[in-house]
């Protein structure tokens, strides 16, 4: 049960990373890259040393299956290009997607769930409202509370 709580938030991770990607994926195709991560991460569970936390260790297994989603939609090999990721210079005003990624499964469920809907999906409050069986004002709170939660912690000096 504890190992399920510590995964609850890896289809929100994996919709982040996507979305960071600039790559797009039908929603079915991405629940369908959280099934496959899932039977990864269970199946070499033996292997897990705690050097990570499980979530983390688990989205790593999520990037190379989204990768081979993408590649499967586009119908072209995967190529891994760690090289030119190595040797890239990394822009030092760029967000670290990453650690939004990782803060985002760390909001209450609620939140992540509001923001993920009105972000990643593209719903309008209403939809949302609809969805979560809520008011869309609640909704909306929500939405904003997460952001404000997200751009505490990602960026503690940030004023306003």
Do not use: N
């Not at 990624?101 to 469920?109: H, K, R, T």
């Amino acid at each position: 049960m504890q190992m399920m709580s510590a995964l609850a938030p890896l289809s929100h991770v994996l919709h982040a990373c996507l979305a960071r990607s600039g790559r797009y994926l039908r929603l079915h195709d991405v629940e369908d890259v959280v099934q496959a991560t899932l039977l990864a991460v269970w199946s070499k569970l033996r292997q897990f040393d705690g050097r990570a936390s499980l979530l983390q260790w688990a989205v790593g297994f999520g990037k190379l299956e989204l990768r081979k989603a993408i590649c499967a939609r586009r119908r072209v090999p995967l190529r891994w290009a760690g090289a030119e990721i190595a040797a890239a210079q990394p822009d030092p005003c760029a967000i670290d997607h990453e650690v939004v990624a990782l803060q985002l499964a760390e909001l209450p469920a609620v939140e992540r769930s509001a923001l993920t809907m009105k972000v990643l999906e593209e719903l309008t409050f209403v939809e949302a409202a609809e969805r979560m069986g809520e008011s869309a004002g609640t909704v909306k709170t929500r939405y904003y509370r997460a952001l404000s939660r997200l751009r505490a912690r990602c960026d503690p000096h940030r004023h306003g």
